[in-house]
């Protein structure tokens, strides 16, 4: 069993910066896959990046490519995710959550191979 806790959400200016933290109880890395997930208000969750265990193979969606980035800290058996130069239309919670489904592998922003959620952090930019 995995449980994952987020951190580091907070209301922001547009052009701001913010790191957020995904703590895991439970070995993190022994699932194929993490990634970072965002709902908006009245929208459908949707992918944000992934990282593939262990390794330095990322992936993100086109809204967020160049200003987020997602990294694995072993030691802390964590998963961060620094957002650069945000957006008012990056508003939203963000879910950290975990794969123990291999097929994650050849599809890293499905969110139908994630199993273990955590509760979420708002994050929330001004114009």
């Known amino acids: 069993q995995v449980q994952l806790v987020e951190s580091g959400g907070g209301l922001v200016q547009a052009g701001g910066s913010l790191r957020l933290s995904c703590a895991a109880s439970?070995?993190?890395?022994?699932?194929?896959?993490t990634g970072w997930f965002r709902q908006a208000p009245g929208k459908e969750r949707e992918a944000v990046a992934a990282?593939?265990?262990?390794?330095?193979?990322?992936y993100y969606s086109d809204s967020v490519k160049g200003r987020f980035t997602i990294a694995a800290d072993a030691d802390r058996n964590m998963v961060t995710l620094q957002l650069n130069n945000l957006k008012p239309e990056d508003t939203a919670v963000y879910y950290c959550?975990?794969?123990?489904?291999?097929?994650?592998?050849?599809?890293?922003?499905?969110?139908?191979?994630?199993?273990?959620w955590g509760q979420g952090t708002q994050v929330s930019v001004s114009s």
């Open positions: 959550a975990a794969a123990s489904d291999v097929g994650v592998l050849s599809s890293p922003l499905e969110q139908e191979y994630y199993d273990y």
């Open positions: 439970g070995r993190i890395f022994s699932t194929w896959a």
């Open positions: 990282i593939k265990g262990r390794a330095t193979l990322t």
